[in-house]
């Protein structure tokens, strides 16, 4: 059952201002009778919910007396200042990371390979957006047609909003999809693309007939590999997040392969 406790009163507070409802306007003396506060604490509780706006005083009365302000005001100040602290609690978990940034840089990528995979539609796309958002100077996508699995709308919009985060940060974006997917997309969706994205200088996407999958190079050196289910190609199975300087290498000659041999996309949104 819920309490006055939960929208942050103290025992001693939630007891003083429902006296005060029940009994009207009272002298302290009266409220540490009834509520049962101690006499030595009934001032500064009262004084505490007096400052939140919960009880007003008739100072002009001798002995002063108070009244409880009406619970639908009273509730709704509680839960503004509950709202205060949250805000400025994130406010400083916010500065706090900020701080920490560059005391948690990673060390410089040690040689040879790591990989780490994700099992599920959902956590492919997961993943996908946490490298994404690992980004530093360059992110090649290639995109085929998506798995049945995949809600398109849904996804496209995190996708969209990681590669515009990341051209915020002076990542270069090339995005090269297969024209099927061009007719697959909401047009809301292939129109905020072209609204949010089509501005970047360093933005280019592209239409190629050879892809055969779907892939993500970051910064040269990673690449993130969807891989459909063995029973159901059409089925997302898993991704694979593979580091290896060597196959990244061979992996952008492969997308500057095909890169050459695709159709610019108009990208800008007066051209769609």
């Known amino acids: 059952m819920a309490t006055l406790r939960d929208l942050g009163l103290s025992e001693y507070e939630s007891r003083t201002y429902r006296s005060l409802l029940d009994q009207g306007p009272s002298t302290a ?57 949250l805000d400025q609690q994130a406010e400083r978990y916010e500065s706090v990371a900020a701080n920490l940034v560059d005391d948690l840089d990673a060390a410089e990528p040690v040689e040879g390979q790591f990989w780490t995979a994700a099992v599920g539609s959902d956590e492919t796309v997961d993943l996908l957006l946490e490298r994404l958002s690992a980004a530093d100077e360059e992110i090649r996508h290639v995109a085929g047609l998506p798995s049945a699995q995949i809600d398109i709308g849904a996804v496209g919009e995190r996708v969209l909003e990681a590669f515009e985060a990341a051209l915020d940060r002076g990542v270069a974006v090339s995005v090269l999809i297969d ?69 990244a290498a061979d992996v952008r000659t492969v997308f500057g392969e095909q890169w050459a041999d695709s159709t610019p996309l108009n990208r800008r949104p007066e051209a769609q």
Do not use: H, W
């Not at 030595?40 to 004084?47: A, C, K, M, P, S």
């Open 29 to 85: 003396k009266e409220l540490s009778s009834s509520s049962e506060v101690p006499m030595g604490r009934i001032y500064d509780v009262l004084n505490g919910l007096e400052g939140n706006g919960l009880v007003r005083s008739q100072a002009a009365s001798r002995p002063k007396k108070y009244i409880a302000v009406e619970p639908d005001t009273a509730l709704d100040r509680l839960v503004e200042a509950r709202q205060r602290e």
């Open 179 to 247: 024209p099927a997917l061009v007719d697959t997309v909401p047009d809301d969706l292939r129109a905020a693309y072209a609204t949010r994205l089509g501005d970047y200088d360093q933005y280019t996407i592209r239409t190629s007939t050879a892809i055969d999958g779907t892939f993500t190079l970051v910064d040269g050196e990673e690449v993130c590999i969807e891989v459909p289910n063995p029973l159901d190609s059409s089925e997302v199975f898993a991704m694979i997040d593979f580091k290896d300087a060597a196959f």
